[in-house]
């Protein structure tokens, strides 16, 4: 953080989710001065007086890197929501190619602080073709030098609704019955409910901290107690 009472942010995946309920997040925090969501299509389920709201192309940084302009911090929840659902070309275009050169704008910009939606067990070894890309989107970010980078890691995000089909039924179904057996080392695999996880997205913004993070189901605890 840079300015403790007035920070600005740039979010890139503002309609997504996660961004939305980071946005709802943000928005209560007296220190957050602007949210600038660079986004492809409208918000419609979100509002907020502090949103600055532009229409962009984001697999395309030459659409919005003149926006990010003076800010502190930049949020990135952009991917695909169900990644059985596209080619693995098109995931890496979206998942981590996309992400890599939101980054590089952001560093070109001076944003100090740079916070990603990323996996638990993402690795640039893992032989897991969805953690591997987050790996090496991870990896490209590490190399750009951010005085801060917080990579958050959940395991499976536990929504209100289902929004894609059979699969998803089922992990919201199962998984918070599986979250007390999940102990010791296990408890990163832990669900997380996604309006837990915006907040603790916020939340990180108002610790102190320096180098790289990775933050997983005990940090998103952490940070939210007492919500």
């Known amino acids: 953080m840079t300015k403790a009472d007035s920070l600005n942010i740039v979010l890139l995946g503002a309609t997504g989710a996660v961004g939305s309920e ?25 509002t907020s007086e502090k949103l600055r709201e532009h229409i962009v192309g984001p697999l395309d940084a030459s659409t919005y890197s003149h926006l990010i302009n003076g800010d502190d911090v930049a949020i990135c929840t952009l991917g695909v929501g169900a990644p059985s659902k596209v080619t693995r ?5 979206i998942d981590r190619d996309a992400v890599i050169d939101f980054g590089q704008a952001c560093v070109d910009a001076g944003v100090g602080h740079f916070q990603l939606l990323s996996s638990v067990g993402a690795s640039p070894k893992s032989r897991v073709f969805f953690l591997r ?8 970010l590490m190399k750009m030098n951010f005085i801060r980078l917080s990579l958050f890691h959940p395991s499976n995000i536990i929504t209100p609704h289902n929004r894609y089909g059979l699969g998803q039924a ?9 979250n007390p057996l999940l102990s010791g080392p296990l408890r990163k695999y832990r669900g997380i409910a996604i309006k837990q996880l915006g907040q603790a997205f916020a939340l990180n913004l108002a610790t102190k901290a320096s180098g790289i993070e990775i933050l997983e189901w005990d940090a998103f605890q952490r940070l939210t107690k007492g919500l």
Do not use: H, N, Y
Request: net charge positive.
């Open 89 to 93: 070309e098109e995931f890496v275009k």
């Open 170 to 178: 089922l992990v919201l179904k199962i998984w918070p019955r599986l």
């Open 133 to 140: 890309s987050k790996g090496e989107l991870e990896a490209a």
């Open 22 to 46: 980071v946005i709802v997040a943000l928005d209560q925090m007296p220190q957050v001065k602007t949210i600038t969501a660079l986004t492809r299509r409208p918000i419609t389920d979100v």
